[in-house]
């Protein structure tokens, strides 16, 4: 047991800190959730990819550095320490992309990876509908079995990013028959400008319209977008759902920042006593979450696979943001409300944690019910 | 970086494991709180020939240490099974231990587990005297002053401690004078450390339990186990162990006093809200000293305070942070 880095990771970790000292732009890229900051994170994307610093864990032949996940957490690390911008391609390079890894056609591979590595094309996840969300294996929205392929119809909603983004991966209901609600799901790839897709924004908390709602009606994805077997959706989904929410979806070297950028502020505020507590507990978690996460990668590393254990990182993090960004806020006193700061934005951000990528009951269900083998109780 | 227990490791676990279930640990420390110590000397002895004290103890005076990852896995284990006596003070002794003379005529017993020792540790700021814990089954009484170790000559009456099988004494004033600016510090790392692991183990033990315990019970026709409001405070308690164990693991790799305070105050805060969360969750029964689970619960929220609540362990934190770090 040990955490001295490697000489090649030592030397991955200051290649990765001279790169971005060098291109990380030095005025902040406006919102990614507007029309014009996606443009500029897409190019961001772009420039990341040209020197391979934008998937450093996947295969070299999709645009990787075969660098594996703990390479990837120290990348991760710089990154964030640097200040870089907010990843536009990350619904697609955090979800789709192991997907693809573990389940899909070499063909897809090496069609749909290398252009999301670039930002040529961003991705938006179509798995939530209005009447599916904590219970999303309801969904009702339809696959019908077309001449080469299949007709989608139905509605998505919360889709992040979707209002600007190029395509969506999510689940449709292929066999209506299928005796179990989790069984006849199709998952899929369609484009989000194909005929038949209407996508209508919806302004965030934060006022951001990046958000969107999918109407579908009819629209055709030839069956090489399909991803596994159709009726495997849900399998398919979960399966890598739950090993990346724990590792990929939040990094700690994002909350390693956020920490050290609070600890700042309140030693900048005169090191208020009052607060010493909660800043304390925000570079603990922020410890605690990085070293948890590290030992996640070396199991990984050791041919384990992660699986619900995940859950507790997603409580975990997601509680963590939260807390930390209210003692910025707090920290500032009557100014704390002005929302046009870094640390405003980043609390209203905060906020959604415990609600996307299966709220926090949810998350809690899982622990107590698969981690603990407490009993199923009624839903 | 490769953070993962290695296998050896892993094996000591279960062997000290294997052999904590079979010793009635729970039977042990009653007798041990009534001030009867025979089954809990042999029980030390055992634990001692497993390795554990030695892991504190230099090669050089006996031991195999010091060896912080393989104390802090042993230390967990001792806390699940609740074993009591001053195992975090003879580690501690082992630190202070420092100048050859005394290390090499007390040390080889403590690494053996030949005797066991006990610590006080006077800061400026404690009006009445530090206290000691089995200071009356201490073999050795160690106390620290700011100006130097002293091996007390005796104690001066033993007082009950919130957690029954923990007996509190002030050791006597004066006594053979070990050294002078004693390696205060280092030692406080070890008392922490231990502190930490021993902590986190009891709130395992109390979260096991737990499980167990809210799986059987039946109310309203189904286990409680099956309500979302007991399951919710579970899945917690477990997250918050879950998350205090990288934090041991990680202060015993690096020993820096920022890792170690960020262990004992996570680790201890978890083990409080898992205590809390098993008597709840054990309703009327859970407040019985009967049941054995009082065991762990009151330890738990003893282990809060000792060597640094978490209020002054976040306080360390901050102060290791005074200087801005890179990283
Ligand atoms: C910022 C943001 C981004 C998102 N991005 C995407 C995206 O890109 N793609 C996508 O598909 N979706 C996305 N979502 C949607 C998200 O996945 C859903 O909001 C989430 O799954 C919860 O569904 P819901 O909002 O319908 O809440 P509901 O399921 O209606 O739940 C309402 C409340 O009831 C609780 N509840 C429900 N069932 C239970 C239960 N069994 N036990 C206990 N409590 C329960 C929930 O925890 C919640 O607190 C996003 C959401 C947000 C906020």
């Known amino acids: ?379 | 970086m490769r953070f993962l227990l290695d296998p050896e490791h892993r094996a000591f676990a279960a062997s000290l494991d294997a052999m904590l279930t079979a010793a009635d640990t729970p039977g042990t420390a009653r007798e041990w709180g009534r001030g009867e110590h025979a089954r809990g000397r042999a029980l030390w002895a055992r634990i001692a020939d497993a390795g554990v004290f030695a892991l504190a103890v230099p090669e050089a005076y006996e031991g195999l240490g010091p060896r912080p990852v393989d104390l802090a896995v042993a230390f967990v284990e001792l806390g699940r099974h609740a074993v009591p006596g001053p195992l975090v003070e003879t580690v501690t002794a082992a630190a202070l231990l420092r100048e050859p003379g005394p290390a090499k005529r007390l040390l080889p017993a403590l690494a053996s587990g030949a005797s066991m020792a006990t610590v006080a540790y006077e800061d400026a700021s404690s009006e009445e005297g530090a206290f000691a814990l089995d200071g009356d089954a201490a073999d050795v009484r160690l106390s620290v002053t700011p100006a130097g170790l002293r091996l007390a000559p005796g104690y001066d009456g033993v007082r009950p401690s919130l957690d029954p099988a923990r007996r509190l004494a002030r050791l006597s004033a004066g006594g053979e004078l070990l050294s002078v600016g004693p390696p205060a510090p280092r030692a406080l790392l070890t008392a922490r450390l231990a502190t930490a692991a021993q902590a986190l183990g009891v709130g395992l033990a109390l979260l096991e339990r737990t499980v167990a315990y809210v799986g059987r019970r039946t109310q309203f026709g189904v286990p409680v186990g099956s309500f979302q409001a007991v399951k919710h405070r579970l899945a917690d308690t477990r997250i918050a162990l879950e998350f205090a164990r990288p934090l041991v693991l990680g202060a015993a790799v690096t020993m820096a006093p920022a890792d170690v305070a960020a262990a004992k105050a996570s680790a201890c805060e978890a083990a409080y809200g898992a205590a809390r969360t098993a008597l709840q969750a054990h309703g009327a029964i859970g407040y019985t000293a009967e049941y054995d689970l009082s065991l762990w619960l009151t330890k738990a929220r003893a282990l809060r305070t000792a060597w640094g609540t978490p209020d002054e362990c976040r306080a360390a934190v901050l102060a290791a942070r005074a200087r801005p770090v890179s990283r």
């Open chain 1, 1 to 379: 047991m040990d955490l001295t880095l490697t000489r090649e990771e030592e030397a991955f970790r200051e290649e990765a800190r001279a790169w971005l000292a060098a291109h990380v732009p030095r005025t902040a890229l406006p919102s990614l959730e507007t029309a014009e900051g996606f443009a500029a994170h897409r190019a961001w994307e772009a420039e990341l990819a040209a020197d391979r610093w934008s998937v450093v864990n996947w295969p070299a032949r999709y645009g990787g550095r075969d660098a594996g996940l703990v390479r990837w957490l120290l990348f991760e690390e710089e990154y964030w320490a640097a200040d870089a911008p907010g990843r536009v391609g990350q619904n697609g390079i955090g979800l789709l992309a192991p997907t693809l890894l573990a389940h899909g056609t070499e063909e897809q591979r090496a069609r749909v990876l290398p252009p999301m590595a670039t930002g040529e094309v961003v991705w938006a996840q179509a798995w939530s509908e209005p009447e599916a969300g904590s219970d999303l294996a309801s969904l009702r929205s339809r696959a019908v079995r077309a001449e080469g392929g299949w007709l989608l119809s139905g509605q998505k909603t919360w889709s992040s990013r979707a209002a600007f983004a190029d395509r969506a991966f999510g689940l449709f209901r292929s066999d209506p028959t299928a005796p179990k609600p989790h069984q006849g799901l199709l998952y899929v790839m369609f484009g989000l400008r194909a005929p038949g897709v209407t996508v209508r924004p919806v302004g965030r908390l934060d006022g951001e319209p990046t958000f969107a709602e999918l109407f579908l009606d009819e629209v055709f994805v030839p069956d090489e977008d399909v991803i596994g077997e159709p009726g495997d959706g849900w399998r398919i989904a979960m399966s890598t759902a739950a090993d990346e929410r724990g590792l990929t979806l939040r990094s700690p070297g994002r909350f390693l920042a956020a920490a050290d950028r609070l600890h700042a502020l309140w030693r900048a505020k005169g090191g208020p006593p009052e607060t010493a507590g909660r800043v304390a507990d925000a570079l603990i978690g922020a410890r605690a979450y990085q070293l948890f996460t590290y030992a996640a990668a070396a199991r990984t590393r050791a041919g384990e696979r992660l699986g619900p254990e995940s859950s507790m990182n997603k409580v975990f993090w997601s509680e963590l943001d939260i807390a930390l960004h209210e003692t910025a806020l707090d920290l500032l006193g009557a100014r704390g409300e002005a929302a046009d700061t870094a640390w405003a934005r980043r609390y209203v951000f905060a906020l959604a944690g415990p609600i996307y990528a299966g709220t926090n009951e949810i998350q809690r269900d899982i622990v107590a019910e698969r981690l603990l083998g407490l009993p199923k109780g009624r839903r």
